[in-house]
């Protein structure tokens, strides 16, 4: 896995990476609770781990509790190989980020297109370029256009390709015909950033996972990528197929209010959000209980 900042390096971003939620506590980030975490999900046979995504509450994070929680995460990650979320629409701001985060010995950074902006597709190659040339390691675009407001064309992926420090992307475009040019290209690695594509998308030669879903039944989550890479299918599919009610579940309210109450229930964390995010419903809560114990029956 990653470590290095040479951006000639060939990085694997290869299986499945968890990006982790923010613990809170008394309105304060509740770090002995993330270190645990961190723990668990090493120890659960996760590859990596990604700090400050979506998932992790960061737009209600300020800069201060970014840094505290990345370090909080490397200190507990067993080696386990670190990419930083970031996003924003100030291209000095962003780059001024970037080039602070070089501090920290980190695998990749994971940079969506500018939010609110909505630029062309030319203004993306500009973004994306200028931050990749910022940073000291490998850069993972993030094609997520319902969260961005725009698409990142087909033929812009492939020429952000050419960049040597782009080598992968965490892919939420809802466009499979792009995914399979991508993954046919072969210069980028393809990460499925939608839980429930991860089967179809590494069938078809994607390398692994950002998945939100897999901090609750990990290990089945890990050894479904371990068969697919094996082309065991079957196997594959038998593990895979019992999961996909429980990823509905955690993304029938909006992420990661459900994933929190489901960790808070077994005393992981506490169920606890930043405005404007608030908790999942009992009613959701009850339901996810009861399907992951389920789930956890041998």
């Not at 697919?228 to 990823?247: F, H, K, T, V």
């Not at 995010?277 to 992951?292: G, K, P």
């Amino acid at each position: 896995m990653p470590q290095s900042s040479n951006p000639s390096a060939h990085p694997d971003f290869s299986g499945l990476w968890i990006p982790l939620v923010t613990p809170f506590r008394s309105g304060a980030v509740d770090h002995a609770a993330l270190s645990a975490l961190t723990r668990r999900l090493a120890d659960d046979g996760v590859a990596g781990f990604v700090v400050c995504a979506s998932t992790g509450e960061a737009a209600a994070l300020d800069d201060a509790e970014q840094l505290a929680a990345l370090d909080t995460v490397q200190a507990a990650a067993a080696g386990r190989p670190i990419i930083m979320g970031l996003s924003g629409y100030h291209l000095g701001k962003t780059t001024a980020w970037v080039r602070r985060l070089a501090e920290r010995p980190l695998a990749g950074l994971q940079v969506p297109a500018p939010h609110y902006i909505r630029p062309s597709q030319a203004g993306l190659l500009e973004w994306f370029r200028a931050i990749a040339d910022a940073s000291a390691v490998p850069v993972l675009v993030y094609d997520i256009p319902y969260r961005t407001g725009t698409t990142i064309a087909r033929e812009t992926l492939l020429t952000l390709a050419e960049h040597p420090r782009i080598r992968a992307i965490k892919d939420c475009g809802g466009d499979m015909a792009k995914t399979r040019a991508v993954i046919a290209d072969g210069r980028l690695q393809v990460l499925s950033g939608e839980d429930h594509q991860i089967f179809s998308t590494v069938a078809e030669g994607g390398v692994g996972a950002i998945a939100a879903s897999g901090h609750v039944q990990t290990r089945r989550f890990v050894q479904v990528l371990r068969l697919l890479a094996d082309n065991r299918l079957a196997e594959a599919r038998a593990e895979w197929q019992p999961l996909q009610p429980l990823i509905e579940m955690l993304f029938a309210e909006p992420n990661p209010a459900p994933l929190k109450a489901l960790l808070a229930y077994d005393g992981s964390m506490s169920d606890a959000l930043r405005s404007p995010m608030t908790r999942a419903s009992d009613a959701l809560r009850d339901r996810l209980v009861e399907l992951n114990a389920r789930l956890s029956r041998p």
